[in-house]
């Protein structure tokens, strides 16, 4: 069974840092693109950031460009967001997600290409 756990989120002041990680199991995710989406209170869900499954590319929101940073390590099965210079628009519960098809050549935004998605981890920016 496919199992995503989310953990890392918090209360933060604007202008911190944190780091998001992201815990697989039940599937080969190295073969998979990882992404990072984000929903915050009566919003819809929205793209954070996505990975290539050998981690050589990456693609972001450009609400989150230059701030916040995706990575993988397929050894450990974990996907992490460092997330910094936090803004009070940020706070949302942040989910990790697996792309549906194994290897996989692109990147997407779109929530339909993802299958399994974490619980989430809320973050919080206080002003």
């Known amino acids: 069974q496919v199992q995503l756990v989310e953990s890392g989120g918090g209360l933060v002041q604007a202008g911190g840092s944190l780091r998001l990680s992201c815990a697989a199991s039940?599937?080969?995710?190295?073969?998979?693109?990882m992404g990072w989406f984000r929903q915050a209170p009566e919003k819809e869900r929205a793209f954070v950031a996505a990975?290539?499954?050998?981690?050589?590319?990456?693609y972001y929101a450009d609400s989150v460009k230059g701030r916040f940073t995706i990575s993988r390590d397929n050894a450990k099965n974990t996907v992490d967001l460092q997330m910094n210079s936090l803004k009070p628009e940020d706070p949302a519960v942040y989910s990790c997600a697996v792309d549906r098809d194994i290897n996989y050549s692109g990147v997407s935004r779109y929530t339909g290409r993802y299958d399994y998605w974490g619980q989430g981890t809320q973050v919080t920016v206080s002003s």
């Open positions: 039940g599937r080969t995710f190295s073969a998979y693109v």
């Open positions: 990975i290539t499954w050998s981690g050589g590319r990456t």
